[in-house]
């Protein structure tokens, strides 16, 4: 739910963000794995938390069983990317309900193809991005940063020099926004 705080932050404090891809476990099998039998299931408590995060932000919330390996779903997310925010966030917001909403498989080709479509991406450009592997590169070298930083699991949010790891309420990274935009800059600008 952290994505719809960050464009929450984006429109109220007028700031820039930019959502960075980070594939949680890159080795999983193309079919991903049962959270369940897997050990990756989250406790009750966190389960009924993340409910009625969702609820607060108007949205109706699944956990499957199934989690899915992500990597097509980046790599049409990056396509959104490369067309711009106003692709980009609609996109990524769209990838998010698939799977936290209707509970699809968003490492399913067959379940992302309609997605990419409604925000313009033909299908032969989102066939070509995945078998080709033209945002492999990209998509690792996020991963790279992000394990530098520190950064073992999502959502996490780096505002100015304060990594945020974890889902975190709107005020707390509303008050990280405030405080990098009171720092003064640390630029040296020539004349």
Request: aromatic residues 6%; negative net charge; contains cysteine.
């Amino acid at each position: 739910m952290d994505q719809f705080r960050f464009l929450a932050l984006r429109d109220e404090m007028h700031v820039d963000l930019m959502g960075v891809p980070f594939e949680l476990r890159p080795d999983m099998p193309n079919e991903g794995l049962s959270a369940s039998r897997d050990g990756l299931s989250h406790s009750p408590r966190v389960e009924k938390r993340l409910i009625e995060l969702a609820a607060k932000e108007g949205e109706r919330m699944v956990l499957p069983d199934l989690v899915p390996k992500t990597h097509n779903a980046m790599v049409l997310a990056e396509l959104g990317r490369d067309r711009g925010e106003d692709v980009f966030w609609p996109l990524h917001l769209d990838i998010f309900r698939e799977y936290f909403v209707a509970g699809r498989d968003i490492g399913n080709r067959a379940v992302l193809i309609p997605v990419g479509l409604r925000h313009g991406i033909p299908e032969s450009e989102m066939v070509e991005a995945w078998d080709s592997g033209r945002y492999d590169e990209r998509l690792h070298e996020f991963r790279h940063l992000a394990l530098h930083l520190g950064i073992k699991e999502t959502p996490s949010a780096l505002i100015c020099n304060e990594l945020l790891i974890g889902s975190r309420p709107y005020e707390i990274l509303r008050a990280a926004v405030q405080r990098c935009l009171v720092r003064p800059s640390t630029i040296d600008h020539a004349e």
